[in-house]
Protein backbone atom coordinates (compact mmCIF):
# COMPACT_ATOMS: atom_id res chain seq x y z
CA UNK A 1 0.00 0.00 0.00
CA UNK A 2 1.26 3.43 -0.89
CA UNK A 3 0.94 5.79 1.85
CA UNK A 4 -2.22 7.94 1.62
CA UNK A 5 -3.36 11.54 2.90
CA UNK A 6 -7.06 11.27 4.30
CA UNK A 7 -8.41 14.80 3.38
CA UNK A 8 -11.97 15.21 5.24
CA UNK A 9 -13.78 17.89 3.30
CA UNK A 10 -16.46 18.31 6.52
CA UNK A 11 -13.64 19.29 8.48
CA UNK A 12 -11.93 21.39 6.38
CA UNK A 13 -15.34 23.52 6.40
CA UNK A 14 -16.16 23.45 9.77
CA UNK A 15 -12.63 25.35 9.58
CA UNK A 16 -13.44 27.51 7.31
CA UNK A 17 -16.76 28.51 8.66
CA UNK A 18 -15.89 28.93 12.52
CA UNK A 19 -12.52 31.77 11.46
CA UNK A 20 -15.20 33.32 8.96
CA UNK A 21 -17.97 33.65 11.75
CA UNK A 22 -14.64 35.15 14.06
CA UNK A 23 -13.64 37.68 11.49
CA UNK A 24 -17.46 38.90 10.60
CA UNK A 25 -17.86 39.58 14.31
CA UNK A 26 -14.81 41.47 14.59
CA UNK A 27 -15.55 43.36 11.32
CA UNK A 28 -12.48 41.97 9.39
CA UNK A 29 -11.76 40.73 5.79
CA UNK A 30 -10.57 36.96 4.74
CA UNK A 31 -8.44 35.96 2.23
CA UNK A 32 -7.68 32.20 2.46
CA UNK A 33 -4.01 31.45 2.05
CA UNK A 34 -4.55 27.96 -0.20
CA UNK A 35 -0.95 27.49 -1.13
CA UNK A 36 -0.24 24.63 1.81
CA UNK A 37 -3.08 22.63 -1.05
CA UNK A 38 -0.18 23.03 -3.66
CA UNK A 39 -2.96 23.47 -6.36
CA UNK A 40 -5.13 20.91 -5.45
CA UNK A 41 -8.29 22.51 -7.62
CA UNK A 42 -11.00 20.26 -6.32
CA UNK A 43 -10.05 21.30 -2.55
CA UNK A 44 -9.37 24.74 -3.52
CA UNK A 45 -12.78 24.70 -5.77
CA UNK A 46 -14.14 23.28 -2.23
CA UNK A 47 -13.18 25.65 -0.22
CA UNK A 48 -14.59 28.87 -3.03
CA UNK A 49 -18.00 27.42 -3.34
CA UNK A 50 -17.93 27.19 0.53
CA UNK A 51 -17.19 31.31 1.08
CA UNK A 52 -13.51 31.81 0.49
CA UNK A 53 -13.98 34.76 -1.65
CA UNK A 54 -10.46 35.85 -1.72
CA UNK A 55 -7.29 33.19 -1.97
CA UNK A 56 -4.06 33.36 -1.70
CA UNK A 57 -0.78 31.77 -3.42
CA UNK A 58 2.76 31.83 -3.56
CA UNK A 59 2.97 30.48 -7.23
CA UNK A 60 1.60 32.24 -10.29
CA UNK A 61 1.60 28.28 -11.87
CA UNK A 62 -1.41 27.66 -9.59
CA UNK A 63 -3.04 31.12 -9.78
CA UNK A 64 -3.32 30.44 -13.22
CA UNK A 65 -4.95 27.04 -13.10
CA UNK A 66 -7.90 28.47 -10.66
CA UNK A 67 -9.02 31.45 -13.03
CA UNK A 68 -11.93 29.94 -13.56
CA UNK A 69 -13.18 30.00 -9.59
CA UNK A 70 -14.95 33.08 -8.98
CA UNK A 71 -12.48 34.57 -6.40
CA UNK A 72 -9.72 37.42 -6.05
CA UNK A 73 -6.51 35.77 -6.06
CA UNK A 74 -3.64 37.09 -4.11
CA UNK A 75 0.01 36.73 -5.19
CA UNK A 76 1.50 36.70 -1.26
CA UNK A 77 5.18 35.70 -2.18
CA UNK A 78 6.95 39.03 -3.67
CA UNK A 79 6.38 38.93 -7.63
CA UNK A 80 9.49 38.03 -9.87
CA UNK A 81 10.33 40.27 -12.36
CA UNK A 82 10.55 37.78 -14.66
CA UNK A 83 6.77 36.96 -13.91
CA UNK A 84 5.34 40.54 -13.62
CA UNK A 85 3.21 39.82 -17.39
CA UNK A 86 2.11 37.06 -15.82
CA UNK A 87 1.52 38.21 -12.44
CA UNK A 88 -0.70 41.12 -13.89
CA UNK A 89 -2.08 38.96 -16.07
CA UNK A 90 -3.46 36.12 -13.75
CA UNK A 91 -3.20 37.72 -10.25
CA UNK A 92 -5.77 40.34 -9.04
CA UNK A 93 -3.24 41.45 -6.20
CA UNK A 94 0.50 41.47 -5.13
CA UNK A 95 1.89 41.82 -1.95
CA UNK A 96 5.18 44.30 -2.67
CA UNK A 97 8.34 45.80 -0.92
CA UNK A 98 10.53 46.64 -3.61
CA UNK A 99 10.17 50.02 -6.14
CA UNK A 100 11.69 47.81 -8.82
CA UNK A 101 9.18 45.46 -8.58
CA UNK A 102 6.12 48.23 -8.52
CA UNK A 103 7.63 50.19 -11.57
CA UNK A 104 7.68 46.50 -13.24
CA UNK A 105 4.17 45.27 -12.58
CA UNK A 106 3.25 49.14 -13.68
CA UNK A 107 4.68 48.33 -17.01
CA UNK A 108 2.69 45.07 -17.17
CA UNK A 109 -0.35 46.52 -16.42
CA UNK A 110 -0.03 49.43 -18.67
CA UNK A 111 0.95 47.16 -21.41
CA UNK A 112 -2.07 44.61 -20.82
CA UNK A 113 -4.76 47.75 -20.13
CA UNK A 114 -5.14 46.38 -16.60
CA UNK A 115 -5.71 47.79 -13.11
CA UNK A 116 -3.33 45.85 -10.45
CA UNK A 117 -3.80 46.01 -6.92
CA UNK A 118 -0.57 46.55 -4.58
CA UNK A 119 -0.33 45.75 -0.56
CA UNK A 120 3.02 47.50 0.59
CA UNK A 121 4.46 45.49 2.82
CA UNK A 122 6.18 46.50 5.94
CA UNK A 123 9.08 44.89 7.84
CA UNK A 124 7.86 44.61 11.51
CA UNK A 125 10.86 42.01 12.35
CA UNK A 126 9.98 38.68 10.87
CA UNK A 127 12.81 39.70 8.56
CA UNK A 128 10.75 38.69 5.32
CA UNK A 129 9.13 40.58 2.87
CA UNK A 130 8.95 44.31 3.94
CA UNK A 131 10.25 47.68 3.74
CA UNK A 132 11.83 49.57 6.74
CA UNK A 133 9.66 52.17 7.76
CA UNK A 134 11.04 55.22 6.17
CA UNK A 135 10.22 53.37 2.97
CA UNK A 136 6.59 53.36 3.10
CA UNK A 137 5.15 56.52 2.43
CA UNK A 138 7.53 56.90 -0.19
CA UNK A 139 6.77 53.31 -2.29
CA UNK A 140 2.66 54.19 -1.33
CA UNK A 141 3.17 57.09 -3.47
CA UNK A 142 4.98 55.47 -5.65
CA UNK A 143 1.84 52.74 -5.92
CA UNK A 144 -0.90 55.35 -6.24
CA UNK A 145 1.25 57.75 -9.13
CA UNK A 146 2.19 54.68 -11.71
CA UNK A 147 -0.45 54.33 -14.11
CA UNK A 148 -1.86 50.45 -13.96
CA UNK A 149 -1.58 50.08 -10.24
CA UNK A 150 -4.05 50.34 -7.45
CA UNK A 151 -2.72 50.81 -3.90
CA UNK A 152 -4.96 48.43 -1.64
CA UNK A 153 -3.59 48.95 1.22
CA UNK A 154 -0.41 47.89 3.74
CA UNK A 155 0.44 44.97 5.45
CA UNK A 156 3.01 42.95 7.29
CA UNK A 157 4.38 38.96 7.09
CA UNK A 158 4.85 36.93 10.62
CA UNK A 159 5.20 33.99 11.85
CA UNK A 160 7.02 32.41 9.00
CA UNK A 161 10.71 32.69 8.95
CA UNK A 162 11.02 33.62 12.99
CA UNK A 163 7.97 32.73 14.58
CA UNK A 164 7.53 36.66 15.71
CA UNK A 165 3.39 36.38 16.83
CA UNK A 166 0.95 39.44 16.60
CA UNK A 167 0.84 41.14 20.06
CA UNK A 168 -0.46 44.28 20.74
CA UNK A 169 3.13 46.35 20.01
CA UNK A 170 3.44 45.26 16.55
CA UNK A 171 -0.13 45.51 15.18
CA UNK A 172 -0.39 48.94 17.65
CA UNK A 173 2.67 50.10 15.00
CA UNK A 174 0.74 48.66 11.95
CA UNK A 175 -2.10 50.59 12.56
CA UNK A 176 -0.11 53.58 13.20
CA UNK A 177 1.57 53.33 10.00
CA UNK A 178 -1.54 52.70 8.22
CA UNK A 179 -2.82 56.03 9.96
CA UNK A 180 0.48 58.11 8.86
CA UNK A 181 0.38 56.92 5.17
CA UNK A 182 -3.44 58.12 4.97
CA UNK A 183 -2.56 61.48 6.83
CA UNK A 184 0.07 61.95 4.39
CA UNK A 185 -1.16 61.17 1.04
CA UNK A 186 -4.59 62.25 1.87
CA UNK A 187 -6.48 58.96 1.05
CA UNK A 188 -7.95 56.24 2.85
CA UNK A 189 -6.62 52.81 2.56
CA UNK A 190 -8.85 50.00 1.68
CA UNK A 191 -7.19 46.97 3.86
CA UNK A 192 -4.71 47.13 6.28
CA UNK A 193 -3.35 43.27 6.25
CA UNK A 194 -2.31 41.99 9.64
CA UNK A 195 -1.12 38.74 9.09
CA UNK A 196 -1.46 35.45 8.92
CA UNK A 197 -3.16 32.28 11.22
CA UNK A 198 -0.85 33.34 14.04
CA UNK A 199 -3.31 36.40 14.30
CA UNK A 200 -6.59 34.24 14.61
CA UNK A 201 -5.59 34.43 18.70
CA UNK A 202 -5.88 38.18 18.75
CA UNK A 203 -9.31 37.48 16.48
CA UNK A 204 -10.59 35.06 18.90
CA UNK A 205 -9.72 37.66 21.99
CA UNK A 206 -11.17 40.85 20.01
CA UNK A 207 -7.76 42.54 20.48
CA UNK A 208 -7.06 43.19 17.29
CA UNK A 209 -7.16 47.03 16.78
CA UNK A 210 -9.62 48.56 15.23
CA UNK A 211 -7.50 50.32 12.46
CA UNK A 212 -6.81 46.49 10.85
CA UNK A 213 -9.35 45.10 9.04
CA UNK A 214 -7.48 41.85 6.61
CA UNK A 215 -5.94 38.57 7.61
CA UNK A 216 -4.59 36.20 5.46
CA UNK A 217 -5.25 32.74 6.87
CA UNK A 218 -3.77 29.39 5.85
CA UNK A 219 -2.66 26.70 8.55
CA UNK A 220 -5.68 27.74 10.77
CA UNK A 221 -8.01 26.58 8.08
CA UNK A 222 -6.38 23.14 7.02
CA UNK A 223 -5.36 22.09 10.12
CA UNK A 224 -6.77 24.23 13.30
CA UNK A 225 -4.20 25.06 14.68
CA UNK A 226 -2.66 28.76 15.85
CA UNK A 227 0.77 28.98 14.35
CA UNK A 228 3.41 29.69 16.90
CA UNK A 229 0.92 28.34 19.70
CA UNK A 230 0.73 25.07 18.36
CA UNK A 231 -2.80 24.83 20.18
CA UNK A 232 -6.43 24.61 17.82
CA UNK A 233 -9.14 27.78 18.49
CA UNK A 234 -12.88 26.75 19.50
CA UNK A 235 -14.33 24.93 17.51
CA UNK A 236 -11.20 24.45 15.41
CA UNK A 237 -11.30 20.34 13.83
CA UNK A 238 -7.45 19.01 13.44
CA UNK A 239 -8.67 16.10 11.97
CA UNK A 240 -8.93 17.43 8.13
CA UNK A 241 -5.42 15.89 7.39
CA UNK A 242 -4.59 12.19 8.29
CA UNK A 243 -1.54 10.74 6.85
CA UNK A 244 -1.82 6.42 6.69
CA UNK A 245 1.97 4.47 6.01
CA UNK A 246 2.26 0.43 5.93
CA UNK A 247 4.33 -1.29 8.58
CA UNK A 248 7.22 -3.13 6.28
CA UNK A 249 9.23 -4.53 9.45
CA UNK A 250 8.52 -4.75 13.20
CA UNK A 251 11.68 -5.95 14.99
CA UNK A 252 13.15 -5.84 18.51
CA UNK A 253 16.60 -4.19 18.01
CA UNK A 254 19.16 -2.46 20.47
CA UNK A 255 18.49 0.68 21.03
CA UNK A 256 21.79 2.45 20.12
CA UNK A 257 23.58 2.04 16.38
CA UNK A 258 26.94 -0.25 16.81
CA UNK A 259 30.28 -0.61 14.42
CA UNK A 260 32.34 2.12 13.10
CA UNK A 261 30.08 5.19 12.16
CA UNK A 262 30.99 7.95 9.89
CA UNK A 263 30.24 10.75 12.13
CA UNK A 264 31.97 13.46 13.68
CA UNK A 265 32.68 11.58 16.85
CA UNK A 266 34.03 8.13 14.69
CA UNK A 267 37.14 8.01 16.57
CA UNK A 268 35.10 6.92 20.04
CA UNK A 269 35.53 3.32 20.23
CA UNK A 270 32.38 1.35 17.99
CA UNK A 271 29.48 -0.03 20.29
CA UNK A 272 28.54 -3.51 20.79
CA UNK A 273 25.22 -4.22 21.13
CA UNK A 274 24.01 -4.10 24.49
CA UNK A 275 21.17 -6.71 26.41
CA UNK A 276 18.41 -3.67 26.13
CA UNK A 277 16.12 -4.27 22.90
CA UNK A 278 13.40 -2.05 21.69
CA UNK A 279 10.41 -2.68 19.37
CA UNK A 280 11.28 -0.96 16.21
CA UNK A 281 8.81 -0.26 13.15
CA UNK A 282 10.21 0.24 10.06
CA UNK A 283 6.85 2.12 7.90
CA UNK A 284 7.05 3.38 4.58
CA UNK A 285 7.18 6.80 4.01
CA UNK A 286 10.31 8.90 4.22
CA UNK A 287 12.08 11.93 3.71
CA UNK A 288 10.92 12.34 -0.04
CA UNK A 289 7.05 11.65 1.22
CA UNK A 290 7.66 13.61 4.63
CA UNK A 291 10.09 14.54 7.00
CA UNK A 292 9.29 12.99 9.94
CA UNK A 293 9.73 15.84 11.80
CA UNK A 294 6.84 17.39 10.56
CA UNK A 295 4.87 14.09 11.69
CA UNK A 296 2.76 13.39 14.78
CA UNK A 297 1.63 9.20 15.40
CA UNK A 298 -1.85 9.32 16.03
CA UNK A 299 -0.90 6.87 18.79
CA UNK A 300 0.45 8.20 21.74
CA UNK A 301 2.91 5.20 22.93
CA UNK A 302 4.67 5.19 19.43
CA UNK A 303 7.92 7.56 19.22
CA UNK A 304 9.35 8.47 15.75
CA UNK A 305 13.03 7.98 16.15
CA UNK A 306 14.31 8.36 12.63
CA UNK A 307 14.19 8.65 9.01
CA UNK A 308 15.86 8.06 5.65
CA UNK A 309 14.89 8.68 2.43
CA UNK A 310 11.63 6.15 1.89
CA UNK A 311 11.25 5.18 5.28
CA UNK A 312 10.84 6.21 9.11
CA UNK A 313 11.58 4.33 12.24
CA UNK A 314 9.27 4.48 14.99
CA UNK A 315 9.83 2.60 18.72
CA UNK A 316 6.32 1.15 19.40
CA UNK A 317 7.47 -0.66 22.76
CA UNK A 318 5.30 0.93 24.88
CA UNK A 319 2.60 0.74 22.19
CA UNK A 320 -1.00 -1.17 23.61
CA UNK A 321 -1.57 -2.03 19.75
CA UNK A 322 0.38 -4.95 19.09
CA UNK A 323 1.85 -3.99 15.52
CA UNK A 324 2.93 -6.39 12.84
CA UNK A 325 4.35 -5.93 8.87
CA UNK A 326 0.95 -4.72 6.82
CA UNK A 327 -0.64 -3.34 9.43
CA UNK A 328 -0.56 0.97 9.52
CA UNK A 329 0.68 4.00 11.38
CA UNK A 330 -1.27 6.94 11.03
CA UNK A 331 0.01 10.41 11.63
CA UNK A 332 -1.11 14.33 11.77
CA UNK A 333 0.69 16.88 10.39
CA UNK A 334 2.60 20.15 10.49
CA UNK A 335 2.00 22.55 8.32
CA UNK A 336 5.39 21.87 6.37
CA UNK A 337 4.67 18.09 6.74
CA UNK A 338 1.07 19.22 5.06
CA UNK A 339 2.90 21.10 2.20
CA UNK A 340 5.83 18.27 1.40
CA UNK A 341 2.74 15.32 1.78
CA UNK A 342 0.38 17.36 -0.80
CA UNK A 343 3.29 17.67 -3.36
CA UNK A 344 4.45 14.12 -3.23
CA UNK A 345 3.34 12.00 -5.96
CA UNK A 346 4.29 8.95 -3.83
CA UNK A 347 1.46 9.78 -1.56
CA UNK A 348 -2.12 9.32 -2.70
CA UNK A 349 -4.59 11.94 -1.87
CA UNK A 350 -8.74 10.33 -0.65
CA UNK A 351 -11.43 13.08 -0.21
CA UNK A 352 -13.97 12.42 2.21
Known sequence: MNPNLVINQNALLQNLNTIYALARHEGVKLSVVTKGLVGHEA????????????????????IKKFQAMPAEKWLIRSPLLSEADETVKYADVSLVSELSVLETLSGAAAAQNRMHKIIIMLELGELREGCMHDELIPLCKTALDLPGLELYGIGTHLSSSHDVVPDENNMSVLALAAGDVEQALGITLPLISCGS??????????SLPKKLN?????????????????????????????????????????????GTRACPDMQQPAKTPGPTLRKRAL???????????????????????GDTSDCLIADITGCKKIYKPG??????????????????SYIEKILI
Open 43 to 62: LVRLLVENGAASICEAHIKN
Open 197 to 206: SSAVKMLAEG
Open 214 to 258: HLRIGEAILLGNIVCYDVPYEGARTDVFTLHAEIMEVKEKPPEPW
Open 283 to 305: VAVGKQDVPSKYLIPLDPDARII
Open 327 to 344: DTLSFRLKYNGLVSAMSS
